[in-house]
Nanobody, 121 residues
Framework: QVQLVESGGGRVQAGGSLRLSCAAS????????IGWFRQAPGQEREFVASIGRTRTWYGDSVKGRFTISRDNNGNTVYLQMNNLKPEDTAAYYCAATSTLFARAPQSYNGWGQGTQVTVSS
C-alpha cells in the first residue's frame, strides 16, 4: 500500500498562491489516481481535486483557481492554488485510489499527515 507525504502549506493573504506537493514514501504512484482533500475544523473532509494518468477532476469550489498536476516521473503530484480565499483555510491531505472518478474519502487510502493552509483576509 502506498503511503503519501504532503508538504508546501503555509500562511498567505487572500489573493495569494501556494503550491502543495504530494510524494509517495518509498514507492512510485504506479497506476493509482491521486486525490487532494481538505478538512477545516468541525467540517467533513472535502474533495478538492484528483488526477489519473492524464485526466483531472476538481471540486466546484476550486475550479478555475486550483490546478493539479504530476511530474514527468509520476512520483510527485502538485496542487497549485491561486487566488486563495479565507474559506480555503484547512488542513490539506493527499491520498491514493484505484477507483476512477472517485471523490469520496472512503475510496482512498495511504493518507498523509496533512499540511496546513491558512488564508488571512
Amino acid at each position: 500500500q502506498v503511503q503519501l507525504v504532503e508538504s508546501g502549506g503555509g500562511r498567505v493573504q487572500a489573493g495569494g498562491s501556494l503550491r502543495l506537493s504530494c510524494a509517495a514514501s518509498g514507492h512510485t504512484f504506479g497506476n493509482y489516481h491521486i486525490g487532494w482533500f481538505r478538512q477545516a475544523p468541525g467540517q467533513e473532509r472535502e474533495f478538492v481535486a484528483s488526477i489519473g494518468r492524464t485526466r483531472t477532476w476538481y471540486g466546484d469550489s476550486v475550479k478555475g483557481r486550483f490546478t493539479i498536476s504530476r511530474d514527468n516521473n509520476g512520483n510527485t503530484v502538485y496542487l497549485q492554488m491561486n487566488n486563495l480565499k479565507p474559506e480555503d483555510t484547512a488542513a490539506y491531505y493527499c491520498a491514493a485510489t484505484s477507483t476512477l472518478f472517485a471523490r469520496a474519502p472512503q475510496s482512498y487510502n495511504g493518507w498523509g499527515q496533512g499540511t496546513q493552509v491558512t488564508v488571512s483576509s
